[in-house]
């Protein structure tokens, strides 16, 4: 499920200027700081040539921000605020924005030991859904585990991070079940939509709309044991993966961008999502 991930040195050497390496060996020097791992679009080799470097900064017990602090400041030339644990939210609970010589470089703090705790849930099939600052879909605690296994390590103090990664590269099968018998939830909520529609609810029919694709794009990565770490790209990834409908990502942008605002459009809005969110499930059989 990895195959098309592009190896670390080939990533560098896309951008030799972006002083990636050197700044996550710094940051390992950090109390409190157990490794570091390049991740996001960069990692995956899904980027633009605009796209932020985003460095996950693992640690453990309570990170020393003000000396990530004078670290960033070192590699941006001025100050750069750090928030704390807790900062940014629950889930993404941490970090920094920078700017290295005109590129962005985003620092997010992970709680190691947390991240091994979702870790074992999700090889029990234990995962949660967690309201989130910038989430609109909220965040899945499988996403902690994801992106150890999409990242590349840039630094590690013992071995730890380099371990979790090849650990988290075997997508659970007890997770991949719980994802997609979850996918329920998806119905249920096109028929909550319904109710709103001769009410002429469009707000909340929208919601309820997103909210299932959004349901089925986890779905449909978890029965092709593929991780999905965010709400962004997620569907159009998901129609191209086995077992989607044909044209998914193409008729769930119709639906949503062209919904309507009176009871009649919304219903008929309704029925044409009910009907894809079945032969969405159809295609997700289990033994």
Not at 76 to 98: F, S
Not at 150 to 177: C, F, I, K, Q
Request: aromatic letters at 6%.
């Amino acid at each position: 499920m990895h195959a098309d991930q592009p190896p670390l040195p080939e990533v560098l050497a896309a951008a030799p200027d972006v002083p990636v390496v050197a700044m996550a060996q710094a940051l390992r020097e950090v109390p409190g700081v157990v490794g570091v791992l390049l991740g996001g679009s960069r990692a995956r080799g899904t980027h633009r040539a605009d796209s932020d470097w985003d460095l996950g900064v693992y640690y453990r017990g309570e990170p020393d921000v003000a000396a990530l602090a004078a670290l960033a400041r070192e590699f941006t030339g001025e100050p750069v605020e750090v928030a704390a644990p807790g900062g940014w939210g629950p889930w993404v609970n941490a970090g920094a924005w920078l700017r290295v010589d005109g590129v962005a470089v985003d620092w997010i703090l992970r709680d190691v030991d947390r991240v091994r705790r979702v870790w074992q849930d999700c090889r029990e099939g234990r995962y949660e859904v967690g309201i989130q600052p910038g989430h609109p879909l909220g965040f899945w605690s499988p996403c902690y585990p994801g992106e150890v296994a999409l990242g590349h390590v840039l630094a590690d103090t013992d071995g730890e991070l380099a371990a979790l990664r090849a650990e988290t590269r075997v997508y659970p099968e007890a997770l991949r079940r719980a994802l997609v018998e979850a996918a329920w939830e998806a119905e249920f909520t096109v028929a909550a939509a319904a109710k709103s529609a001769v009410k002429g609810d469009h707000v909340h029919v929208s919601l309820c709309l997103s909210r299932a694709f959004g349901v089925l794009a986890q779905a449909l990565h978890a029965w092709n044991r593929v991780w999905c770490l965010n709400e962004k790209g997620a569907l159009p990834a998901a129609a191209v993966l086995s077992g989607a409908p044909a044209g998914f990502a193409d008729e769930v942008g119709v639906l949503l961008g062209r919904s309507g605002l009176s009871a009649e459009e919304l219903s008929a809005t309704v029925a044409s999502a009910a009907r894809l969110v079945r032969e969405a499930r159809r295609g997700l059989p289990l033994p």
